[in-house]
């Protein structure tokens, strides 16, 4: 979402939890976000933005500098990776008696378990993470669209494509970059959406953008947080 205030224009995403107050926080890239009790009108959200707005304006500045270098990860405890538009630091546990090294999200972290804690281990067991949750979160939203549509996809496949974040072709395969799960969900379902709205047109003509903007109304700020934070989408 945007706003803007005092001449400026901001992006920030709102994540709504089980709490009693508004909290803006600035992340490591200089991305803004604002956690609200369940329920909080957009008016009290922008309100608090408002009265924060040169400071939030100066760390989120700040952060940006940091960051203008892309920020090499390490594979060890503390580092953050993103999971649905958050970020959450890893914990990893290393133990020679793994069958297999494999993640899971616990909440407020990524818990990684390995047979043996190295660099290649951990990064490896995190993309099969994200593939592995990639595929769920696209399957689900696409069930959820398809009966608004006559076609069905004829296969659903996770892919490296670093040029593209969702593909369909002809025969309606559609593909998806196992990044996405690193999006925030109403993103991944825009991606969903795109792409199955290529199964009825297969350019990009404004018949097309009806079409999306017929179920998303609001798919260019999706878009939009797709363009700035690729950059800090990786493993």
């Known amino acids: 979402m945007t706003h803007t205030f005092s001449g400026e224009t901001i992006g920030y995403n709102i994540i709504y939890k089980n709490r009693k ?71 990893i546990s290393s133990n020679l008696d793994e069958k297999q090294d494999y993640v899971v999200f616990e909440h407020d972290k990524i818990s990684i378990f390995v047979k043996q804690h190295t660099d290649d281990t951990v990064k490896q067991a995190l993309k099969r993470f994200y593939y592995q949750r990639c595929k769920a979160l696209v399957e689900a939203q696409i069930r959820i669209y ?8 004829r296969s659903i496949r996770i892919t490296d494509d670093s040029s593209n974040w969702g593909t369909c072709n002809s025969k309606f395969e559609i593909t998806f970059n196992w990044k996405l799960a690193m ?32 179920y998303l109304p609001d798919y260019e700020q999706y878009s939009n947080w797709l363009a700035l934070s690729v950059w800090k989408m990786t493993v």
């Open 21 to 91: 107050s508004i909290g803006i926080y600035v992340d490591f890239y200089g991305q803004i976000e604002v956690h609200a009790p369940k329920g909080t009108p957009i008016t009290d959200i922008l309100l608090r933005l408002e009265s924060n707005w040169e400071r939030i304006i100066q760390k989120s500045k700040e952060m940006k500098e940091r960051t203008n270098e892309p920020v090499e990860k390490v594979y060890d405890y503390g580092e953050v990776f993103l999971y649905l538009g958050v970020s959450y630091p890893i914990v």
């Open 146 to 153: 398809q009966a608004d549509f006559k076609m069905k996809p």
């Open 183 to 214: 999006a925030p969900l109403e993103v991944i379902d825009y991606v969903v959406v795109h792409e199955m709205c290529h199964m009825v047109h297969l350019n990009h003509d404004r018949s097309f953008w009806r079409l999306v903007g017929k």
